[in-house]
């Protein structure tokens, strides 16, 4: 399980609508959004995924003196990647209970869910594995709830020659 807090600033929040091509002004505007049924500035939908960066153990976030994968053509310092081990993104669901605004600070909590199986097309088998994340706000209420899930598949067995 682990357990970090987000800070959340209005630049975070402008410049992450900008990366994901959003210009509402809802984002960025205080004059604007004050004016809209938000009542001010907001963050986008998927914000929260931001939130990665504040996670002292998120694997692909560098750390000072430490090897890191790197983002260039060749990787700057460790020869494989950290992340998944194999998994792949499969899902992502949000559940919003009010909306994260600037000024929050948000205590984000990630604790395993479920995991089932299922067979792949060609015989092997996939294994789900699901997390849960929470953010809750200074008060302790529930902001948002994230669900992702993650899968992993392995090889079927191989069948011997008849």
Same mark, same amino acid.
């Given at each position: 399980?682990? /357990?970090?807090? #987000?800070?959340? %600033?209005? &630049? ?5 609508? $900008? ?11 205080? /004059? ?16 929260? /995924?931001?939130?990665? @960066? ?14 890191? #994968?790197?983002?260039? $053509? ?24 009010? @909306? ?22 060609r015989g092997g088998r996939l294994?789900? %594995?699901?997390?849960?994340? %929470? ?11 994230? $669900? ?10 191989? /069948? &011997?020659?008849?």
């Amino acid at each position: 399980m682990g /357990q970090f807090t #987000f800070p959340v %600033e209005a &630049g975070q929040i402008l410049l992450f609508a $900008r990366s994901v091509g959003d210009p509402n002004p809802v984002y960025h505007d205080a /004059q604007r959004a004050s004016e809209s049924e938000a009542a001010g500035i907001i963050a986008p939908p998927t914000f929260v /995924q931001s939130s990665a @960066q504040y996670d002292p153990d998120y694997p692909l976030r560098p750390h000072a003196g430490e090897p890191w #994968f790197g983002s260039g $053509r060749e990787p700057t310092g460790v020869t494989e990647p950290v992340s998944g081990g194999g998994r792949l993104h499969a899902e992502q669901h949000f559940e919003y209970f009010r @909306q994260v605004r600037p000024g929050d600070v948000l205590e984000v909590t990630t604790i395993p869910g479920g995991t089932w199986e299922k067979t792949g097309r060609r015989g092997g088998r996939l294994v789900f %594995e699901e997390q849960v994340t %929470e953010y809750r706000d200074a008060a302790g209420e529930l902001v948002v709830r994230a $669900r992702g899930v993650s899968v992993r598949p392995e090889k079927p067995v191989e /069948q &011997g020659a008849n």
